[in-house]
């Protein structure tokens, strides 16, 4: 079957109301129809609308450089609404990471905007948490002092804002390794210890880039479960950048579907499987979905070619 087909077929066994947004790339492009409004208000609605935490409004991204000059990202719009977990999938340099980076303020768009809580975003704000696919965990430190750094160094560190770190630790299981250094860690609790120090700044916007990467496959599945229940209990809002579909289906509550590079919005998609993600990879409706973003990603590497 072609690909074409599978994602035809996954949409058929999807159905209208949990299908996608339809919001594709005209949809979101300077020239916005009726009809893509109207598809646009579907997918605020299937994401459990709220108030917008960030949002990117035609940004293009270039990077200049004297030799060169690299088109990262063009013309992506998008919303996070607030408590949301949204997982951007896309073919490996598209330039997912730079949307982060333009999230997190550490980047300017080159034309368009990108917004958090109503304004650019400035890195000196702490208002978005950045968690990396390494840890980056000081190797001399302990894992509470590891997680209390962040804080310190900001002039944040606090009797409320320690404990709350601590706390943050106890729920990740891992208060009885704070006198532990890194070292003496699973692959999977330096993975938690680094979130738990992303968290402890109650960032607004939670930036998750391949923070599961470096893990074997069964650890990957364990954490991806635990950092889900963390984010949903907590109420964090939260964009997750992952090359793995299935990680996506199972973490997001949408999905945008990145173009190669320059990445543009091919799509994007409402999933509407409910529980935490082991439940979600064991739905009979997780396949329509993995067809989905699949169809949708081998779609943008044939425009590439
Ligand atoms: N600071 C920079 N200066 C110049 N070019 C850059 C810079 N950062 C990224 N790029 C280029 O921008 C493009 C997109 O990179 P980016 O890291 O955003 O992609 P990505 O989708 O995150 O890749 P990966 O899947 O490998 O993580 C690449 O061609 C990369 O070489
Ligand atoms: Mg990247």
Not at 149 to 176: F, H, I, P
Not at 227 to 232: C, D
């Amino acid at each position: 079957m072609s690909e074409d087909w599978k994602a035809a077929d996954a949409e058929k066994t999807l159905g209208s109301a949990a299908k996608t947004s339809g919001a594709g790339e005209a949809a979101f492009g300077a020239a916005k129809t009726a009809g893509a409004e109207e598809n646009l208000d579907s997918a605020a609605k299937t994401s459990g609308a709220g108030e917008t935490v960030a949002e990117l409004i035609n940004a293009s991204l270039v990077y200049q450089e004297p030799e060169r000059e690299t088109p990262a990202v063009e013309r992506c719009s998008f919303e996070v609404k607030k408590g949301e977990l949204l997982s951007l999938v896309g073919p490996s340099g598209c330039g997912k990471t730079s949307v982060l980076s333009m999230l997190a303020g550490i980047v300017k768009p080159s034309s368009g905007s990108v917004l958090v809580s109503g304004k650019p975003p400035d890195p000196r704000d702490n208002q978005t948490g950045y968690m990396l696919q390494r840890d980056h965990l000081l190797d001399w430190r302990t894992i509470e002092d590891n997680v209390l750094l962040g804080l310190e160094v900001k002039g944040r560190l606090n009797d409320e804002t320690r404990e709350y770190a601590l706390s943050l630790l106890d729920k990740c299981a891992l208060s009885a390794f704070g006198g532990h250094y890194p070292r003496q860690l699973s692959g999977g609790m330096r993975q938690k210890a680094a979130l738990v120090r992303t968290l402890a700044f109650s960032p607004e916007l939670l930036l998750l880039d391949e923070p599961f990467s470096a893990l074997d496959y069964q650890q990957r599945l364990l954490l991806s479960a635990e950092v889900h229940s963390i984010i949903k209990r907590g109420g964090y809002t939260a964009v997750l950048v992952t090359h793995d579909i299935s990680e996506a289906i199972a973490m997001g509550d949408r999905i945008i579907v990145f173009s190669s590079r320059p990445a543009r919005v091919r799509r994007e998609i409402a999933v509407e499987l409910g529980g935490g993600p082991m439940e979600r990879r064991t739905d009979p409706r997780f396949n329509a979905y993995f067809d989905l973003v699949w169809g949708e990603l081998e779609g943008g590497a044939d425009n590439a070619r």
